[in-house]
């Protein structure tokens, strides 16, 4: 009985030795322009290794080339998930450079626009072939029925990747979780203000339980 128990015990140090040294699963944060997915990424990243990810804006697309923080160590009830993030470009079905005139030049505004269109074709890529899972982020105060929701919401189902949803902005008076549960509900919707930092705990709870 001892020879079979110590045999069993090797095994288990085995696996285990096995299992922490995979690589960590990539995580992309999708989702529409200004729906806070910098600003959730960059809460994450502190949170947990004291830098951020990128710069955070008002302005639509100011995400305009994926950025990846690797091997963030997130510990939740006594376990450590190692993951990948990937924060990702707004997705749109257009870019257009009129909407950013108000905030600069026309010129400016022209190279926006098309770094913008080239960052939806990368965020595009990275969802195909590069990610493990996905959180995708809403603005709670904003309608999520999309054209560009209900098309990458299929597209991550038809990859089966694991998907949270995350309902945003919580700290503002418009914001509804119910209409993002409603309209998906096949799906984990989690409040939270990746701004103000409400609801922080059932985030990394949700994290550790699908990603871990």
Do not use: C
């Not at 902005?169 to 930092?197: M, N, W």
């Amino acid at each position: 009985m001892g020879l079979f128990t110590e045999l069993k015990d090797s095994i288990s140090r085995a696996t285990d030795r096995l299992f922490s040294e995979q690589e960590p699963k990539r995580i992309g944060i999708y989702g529409p322009p200004n729906a806070g997915k910098t600003t959730l990424a960059n809460r994450i990243a502190r949170d947990w290794t004291g830098d951020a990810i990128g710069t955070e804006s008002h302005v639509p697309h100011e995400t305009r080339r994926a950025r990846r923080k690797e091997g963030v160590e997130i510990e939740r009830n006594g376990k450590t998930v190692t993951i990948d993030i990937v924060d990702t470009p707004g997705v749109t079905t257009k870019v257009d450079y009129e909407e950013f005139t108000d905030e600069m030049e026309e010129d400016d505004a022209i190279r926006r626009s098309r770094e913008a269109t080239e960052g939806v074709a990368e965020a595009m890529h990275w969802l195909r072939e590069d990610v493990d899972g996905v959180i995708y982020v809403l603005d709670s105060a904003e309608d999520p029925i999309t054209q560009v929701n209900t098309m990458l919401i299929g597209i991550i189902e038809s990859r089966d990747l694991p998907v949270l949803i995350f309902a945003n902005k919580i700290d503002l008076d418009e914001s509804s979780v119910k209409r993002i549960e409603d309209a998906f509900p096949q799906h984990k919707t989690v409040p939270l203000s990746a701004k103000e930092g409400d609801n922080m705990d059932e985030v990394y709870d949700s994290i550790a339980e699908y990603f871990g």
